[in-house]
Structures are given as structure tokens and as C-alpha cells.
């Protein structure tokens, strides 16, 4: 086999690119057991494990990736994943805030960031950052989404389906006009519902 740990990770990527996590998550591994200290190798590893659906074993290497100094953005969003996802939303928001400083205008971070505030309830924050999402990108339709959620949540349907149509016209055929088209359908629903139901 291979001896080398920068041909094995570079095979790992070969098969990560074409979505063969199982067979480069084998590649990183083998890199690793050759420099156990290379935090690249221990950030592939961690990402493999991830897109094989396997969270608990992605964040230990993510982790030990991170303490060997790892700078790596895409890393720190992987982990806010699985942080957020289990529960752990300031853990995600640490993370995401090291990128938002130095990218202040990072997207996916700012997104992020509002999403952990939105899990937590915090209404007003995660709308601060929602706010500057689309002042950001006004033609991105991921603010407009996650706006709409806070005010669903602050119990202002109105508001928040105005937010999802605009979501729908600017992602008509995109995950987050679909979500939005989901939505305005079940707000419609819930209003046939209550017309139909008879004052008690």
C-alpha cells in the first residue's frame, strides 16, 4: 500500500470529490495512522465521517484538528453543524464568529450565526442578523427564509409570509423557495381550517 501521507490524502480527495465518502475516509485514515499529528489529515477524516452521517465520530477529529491549529473555515462550518444539530448552539456561534471575524461579511457564517440565535429563541438577535443578511446579499434568498421564521416565531404570520413569497420569487426552484412554498401552503391551510371552524 501506499506509504505516503500526502498521496493517501491526496486520493482521499479524489474519492471525496466523487462522493465516495467510504473509500476516502479509508485514504485519510491511513494518512493519519502514518502522521498522527497532521491536522489536515485529522480535519479529512472528520469530514468523511460527516458525510457518511456519522456526527459522533466526525467531531473528535474535527476537534483535534482545531487544538493542532487548524485554520480551516469550512472545518469550523462542519462542526457548527453538528454542534447546532445537537443541541449546542453558543458552541456552534463560537465558532462561526472566528470567521465572521475575519470575514465580517461571510454569508454563510452571518446565516449561521442568526440560526444559533433562532434555536436558542433569541428572537431579536438572530433578526439583527437576518437583517444584515439581506443587506448584505438583497438578492440571496437565505435571509428573507430565516426572517420569516423569527417572525412566525415573534407569532406575526403576516409579516412572515411576506418574507416567504419574496423567498419564492427569488428561489422559485431552489431548497429555500420550496421550503418557503411549504409554508405559505400550510399558513393557507390553517386558514381555511379556522374559516371553516364554527365560533364556539
Not at 9 to 17: D, P
Not at 99 to 105: D, G, Q, S, W
Amino acid at each position: 500500500g501506499l506509504r505516503d501521507p500526502d498521496l493517501l490524502l491526496t486520493l482521499g480527495n479524489f474519492h471525496f470529490a466523487t462522493k465516495a465518502f467510504e473509500p476516502a475516509r479509508r485514504a485519510y485514515e491511513a494518512a493519519l495512522e502514518l502522521d498522527p499529528t497532521s491536522a489536515k489529515a485529522h480535519e479529512k477524516v472528520g469530514k468523511a465521517w460527516y458525510r457518511l452521517e456519522q456526527p459522533e465520530k466526525a467531531r473528535p477529529h474535527l476537534e483535534k484538528a482545531l487544538e493542532l491549529g487548524s485554520t480551516s473555515e469550512s472545518l469550523r462550518f462542519v462542526l457548527a453543524e453538528i454542534e447546532m444539530s445537537e443541541g449546542h448552539p453558543a458552541r456552534a456561534r463560537r465558532l462561526l464568529e472566528e470567521i465572521r471575524a475575519r470575514h465580517p461579511e461571510n454569508l454563510r457564517a452571518l446565516a449561521g450565526i442568526g440560526r444559533s440565535y433562532l434555536q436558542e429563541r433569541n428572537l431579536d438577535a438572530a433578526m439583527r442578523i437576518f437583517q444584515e443578511v439581506i443587506r448584505i446579499a438583497p438578492r440571496d434568498p437565505v435571509g428573507y427564509y430565516h426572517l420569516a421564521q423569527v417572525e412566525r416565531l415573534r407569532d406575526a404570520p403576516a409579516e412572515a409570509e411576506k418574507l416567504w413569497r419574496v423567498c419564492l420569487d427569488l428561489d422559485p426552484r431552489g431548497k429555500y423557495g420550496a421550503r418557503a412554498r411549504r409554508w405559505i401552503d400550510s399558513q393557507r391551510a390553517k386558514k381555511r381550517k379556522e374559516a371553516r371552524e364554527p365560533e364556539r
